[in-house]
């Protein structure tokens, strides 16, 4: 392989990583922006239950996604239907994906870091981009998180019905606008900061 193409290999290695990242932060900082909205949004009060115990779903929730050997779905407090269970599952198969990605990159990165990332104008645009879809999503984001959706999933399981799946009763819709937010300064922080740099 030509340094070229150690080269032009390390640059997409790298955007993927820069992704992912991101993506891995979030997820893990959801929990803390999640004890943070509890009591703001008075989630106590829509399902009738404690803040502990709010908490500890929201742990066994994550602990089904992140978690590899987890395959059975189940919060202690809160039942599901099929399809939520599905919609479930499908999640928990992007998350596992993202962080395969995270660490195939990564090892790239680790890698290849001697070689100068010659493409350094692609993460500018791949910044300007970012900051086009934030902007879009910041004036509309119903619209915006229908289109997520529908573009990530074959099915409409992700429409939850609160009578069947009333664990989005504790999922309100400022929550997942402040982890789309979080990613987007991740993302664009790492994008702007990697277009500045000469070196690996």
Request: one cysteine or more; glycine letters at 4%; hydrophobic letters at 55%.
């Amino acid at each position: 392989m030509s340094n070229s193409q150690k080269d032009f290999l390390y640059t997409i290695a790298l955007a993927f990583f820069l992704l992912t990242t991101a993506i891995t932060v979030t997820i893990f900082a959801s929990y803390l922006l999640f004890a943070i909205d509890i009591k703001p949004y008075y989630l106590e009060q829509a399902v009738g239950m404690k803040y502990g115990t709010i908490m500890k779903n929201y742990a066994q929730m994550m602990d089904y996604l992140i978690n590899p050997f987890n395959w059975h779905f189940h919060l202690s407090n809160f039942g599901s239907s099929a399809a939520g269970r599905l919609h479930f599952q499908d999640c928990k198969k992007l998350f596992l994906l993202n962080f395969a990605v995270f660490i195939g990159t990564g090892i790239i990165v680790i890698k290849f870091h001697k070689f100068r990332a010659r493409f350094n104008r692609m993460f500018l645009w791949i910044g300007i981009v970012g900051i086009i879809v934030a902007i879009l999503m910041l004036l509309n984001f119903d619209e915006f998180f229908v289109v997520f959706h529908e573009v990530l999933f074959r099915n409409s399981d992700w429409l939850f019905d609160p009578n069947k799946d009333p664990v989005i009763n504790i999922l309100p819709e400022e929550f997942f606008t402040q982890c789309f937010i979080l990613f987007f300064v991740l993302f664009e922080g790492l994008n702007f900061w990697k277009a500045r740099t000469k070196k690996a």
